[in-house]
């Protein structure tokens, strides 16, 4: 199968190619065309899954087809943008009818979801990886970036973490879930959800947002050291499911949960006056949200000191 054959299979169906009126041209000359919407700011990030690095090497197509767009989609989640195209970069070792089937499935059915259109890409001969481009768009000074947060801001994240690290135990360890909870768990790790559904309740409101995709510390400490503040943590209200609990206990849950990566939650800060009204549109949108500490004008961050009798030192916001 040649090059053009495999792009025309795969990568330009319907599924993929949602018709949008705003692409002039997709997938099949030197580029796409594409108009922005008027008055609006473009959103662009790109990120790269290699093989046994990013994901283990055996992974389902599927799977490593969901997650290369997951990943990419999640950072326009945390910047607040509407997403709307993408390009895909494929970097196969061999050309596999099942597994390239397979493969674009992952990502179609992801892409669908937001009715995001796949408007070009490359395709190369080498070890796998994917590289997913996204494209979305905000409001002139809508975006939710890393350097917004103010001394006495709300510090929220929009879910239970340490899901995705335990189930990259899961996935290691070759071990089949022995119930759904184990099940959620690979599930959090392998298919991770990018939460538009956080833009509307959050839009306006948000001064500071990241996703989580390294750790909870590590990239709340990213909105710290851009801000130039710090936060005091209440270790308690850090959410951690009962199935994480069930599965490694309660401190090895704990400490995935500030220190796991891959959970593609979102981490933001709100002024405390518009607390109310958060609530009241997160929950009219029938969402959770977890108030887990504040920021403060001194630098690093507090509070995980008490909860694990000083065992948490070593994660006290100077890395
Ligand atoms: P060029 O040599 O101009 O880079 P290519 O032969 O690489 O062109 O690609 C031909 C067309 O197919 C281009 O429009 C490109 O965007 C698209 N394309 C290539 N690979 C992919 C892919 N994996 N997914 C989507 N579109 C692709
Ligand atoms: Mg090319």
């Keep these: 199968m040649g090059e053009f054959e495999l792009i025309q299979r795969y990568f330009c169906s319907d599924e993929l190619q949602p018709a949008r009126r705003d692409v002039c041209l997709s997938v099949g000359d030197d580029c796409a065309l594409i108009t922005v919407p008027t008055g609006k700011q473009l959103v662009v990030s790109v990120d790269t899954s290699v093989a046994g690095v990013h994901f283990p090497e055996d992974a ?15 950072d326009l989640a945390a910047m607040g943008a509407t997403p ?16 390239l089937e397979a493969f674009a499935r992952g990502v179609s059915d992801l892409a669908r979801r937001f009715g995001i259109s796949l408007v070009g890409g490359d395709t190369t001969r080498g070890p796998l990886a994917a590289s997913v481009q996204v494209h979305g768009y ?3 000074g809508g975006a939710w970036r890393r350097n ?39 599930q959090s790790y392998l298919r991770p959800e990018p939460r538009f559904d956080l833009l509307s309740p959050l839009a306006g409101r948000v001064h500071a947002a990241i996703d989580i995709s390294d750790g909870f510390l590590a990239d709340l400490n990213h909105i710290l050291k851009a801000s130039r503040v710090g936060a005091v943590l209440d270790p308690a ?28 939650q979102v981490c933001f800060t709100v002024s405390p006056k518009r607390r109310l009204e958060l609530e009241v549109c997160a ?25 694990h009798r000083g065992g948490f030192d070593h994660f006290s916001g100077k890395n």
């Design 84 to 99: 709307a195209w993408f390009t895909l970069a494929l970097t196969l070792p061999e050309a596999d009818d099942p597994w």
């Design 148 to 186: 917004g947060a103010k001394p006495g801001d709300l510090l929220y994240v929009s879910g239970p973490l340490g899901q995705a690290a335990g189930g990259l135990e899961l996935a290691l360890s070759g071990k089949i879930p022995a119930d759904s909870g184990e099940a959620r768990l690979l």
């Design 237 to 264: 209200r850090i959410p951690v499911s009962e199935e994480l609990k069930a599965l490694f206990g309660e401190e090895k849950a704990f400490e995935m949960a500030i220190t796991g990566g891959d959970d593609y």
């Design 60 to 74: 389902a197509p599927y799977d490593i087809g969901w997650r290369a767009l997951a990943v990419s989609l999640s």
């Design 138 to 140: 905000v409001s002139p």
């Design 283 to 307: 929950e009219q949108s029938h969402l959770q949200l977890f108030p887990v500490g504040m920021i403060t004008a001194s630098q690093g961050i507090q509070g995980l000191d008490h909860f």
